[in-house]
């Protein structure tokens, strides 16, 4: 191999959450999707760009969660590029209180706190280095999360969504059901070779496909069995207990069930928001 790499991607998994952070690299220099989550996993991130003889140049974020933006500052001389919501969190300060909760929680040692150079909006397709990215909004599980597709390269990147390991969750159940909505339709009329996930490794479409539809199943009982007591005049009470009996897609860690209460809260409060 030259000092020159041709174009590709690989990635990283950290140890924590099997959090994805993704290589890309064309002409010399590299791109890194999410870098995470320690200082020293972050460091190895840069040292494999180097050897690929493509330092890297640009930092793109899926979404302001800490695990998301914790390794920004390993790379200080790179744009750090978001979307324009995100970058709200990370100009608010809130992203890098998130980071030094979450390095104090698990013991970590992380990068440094996360800057912002650069936004987009949602939706545009932007030109980083060699990179040409199509940018999509991706709400739901946080209201500012951004999905990214590498045409050239046949990669499809959606952040924490369609996750082998999870279940949806997040800040707006009915802004989740309507973002899997669209995954579906773009998995199956545009298809990618390969869907990116926050989350564990890379999957073909079918399998993409099939855990799309296992948690908007999920979603749509949720809302249904929710909407169904509180419509018959349940109490809260009876529409919680009918919410947590709606079945998980699959099977989640335990430091996720609290997760699952958190969902009929959502459901309950924009249900009833919908009706004042
Ligand atoms: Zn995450």
């Not at 791109?31 to 140049?57: F, M, N, T």
């Not at 800490?66 to 390794?71: A, E, P, R, S, Y």
């Not at 390993?74 to 970058?87: I, L, N, Q, R």
């Not at 946080?142 to 082998?164: K, N, P, Q």
Request: some cysteine; hydrophobic content about 45%.
């Amino acid at each position: 191999m030259g000092s020159v790499t041709e174009s590709g991607w690989e990635r990283f998994e950290a140890s924590l959450y099997s959090t994805t952070s993704l290589l890309v690299f064309a002409e010399g220099e590299s791109l890194v999707v999410d870098p995470a989550i320690s200082k020293d996993e972050v460091a190895a991130i840069a040292l494999r760009a180097q050897e690929l003889g493509a330092p890297v140049r640009t930092v793109l974020i899926t979404h302001g969660d800490w695990d998301h933006v914790c390794g920004i500052a390993g790379f200080p001389e790179a744009t750090a590029v978001m979307s324009e919501e995100t970058g709200e969190k990370v100009a608010s300060g809130a992203a890098g209180e998130a980071v030094q909760w979450a390095a104090a929680e698990y013991d970590i040692v992380p990068a440094g706190a996360p800057r912002i150079d650069q936004t987009f909006r949602r939706g545009s397709t932007v030109s980083l280095g060699p990179f040409l990215v199509e940018t999509f909004p991706l709400a739901g599980h946080t209201d500012d999360g951004s999905g990214f597709r590498f045409r050239e390269l046949g990669l499809l990147i959606v952040g924490d969504y369609l996750s082998a390991d999870e279940f949806p969750f997040g800040t707006s159940p009915a802004a989740y059901r309507a973002t899997l909505i669209g995954l579906i339709e773009t998995l199956r009329a545009d298809p990618p070779d390969v869907v990116i996930r926050g989350h564990g490794p890379p999957s073909g479409v079918a399998d993409a496909l099939a855990i799309a539809e296992a948690d908007l199943a999920y979603l749509r009982s949720l809302h249904t069995a929710v909407g169904a007591a509180l419509s018959g005049g349940d109490t809260s009470d009876e529409a919680r207990a009918a919410g947590l009996a709606v079945d998980l897609p699959r099977a989640a860690p335990p430091d996720l069930e609290e997760m699952r209460g958190f969902n009929v809260e959502r459901e309950i409060e924009e249900i009833l928001a919908a009706g004042t």
